[in-house]
């Protein structure tokens, strides 16, 4: 698979991504090839695992970003709701919002380990 059929297989635009990198798509996949190394899932884990809403807060605002500038904009969506829901202090029900990161989280790394 290329990386605009990647984009394809996660239900997200290409195109918005190409442009972001002047249409370079060796750069495009080299980004998304490094999300695979990126430690910011693993801190959100780690920080639910401990319960720790602000290591939560943090992890989660940063994965908001990586997946905005990536165009994984379900990712990006479902990190955004959970920061907006630590920061009304919804904490008690961000958990479930968590779970949907997780998913959407290895749903763009199962399509990122079918790269040519």
């Not at 605009?4 to 002047?22: A, C, G, H, L, P």
């Not at 994965?63 to 919804?90: P, Y």
């Given at each position: ?81 959970a ?14 919002v ?10 763009v ?8």
């Amino acid at each position: 698979m290329d990386i605009q059929e990647f984009y394809d297989s996660i239900d997200e635009n290409y195109e918005n991504v190409s442009s972001r990198m002047m249409g370079n798509q060796k750069l495009v996949e080299k980004f998304v090839r490094k999300f695979l190394e990126d430690p910011t899932y693993k801190q959100i884990k780690e920080s639910v695992e401990k319960m720790d809403y602000d290591e939560i807060l943090r992890a989660t605002h940063m994965m908001k970003g990586i997946a905005s500038n990536l165009e994984f904009t379900q990712l990006q969506q479902k990190s955004a709701k959970a920061v907006d829901m630590i920061r009304a202090g919804e904490k008690e029900t961000v958990l479930p919002v968590i779970d949907e990161i997780e998913k959407e989280y290895q749903k763009v790394v199962d399509a990122i380990q079918k790269l040519d």
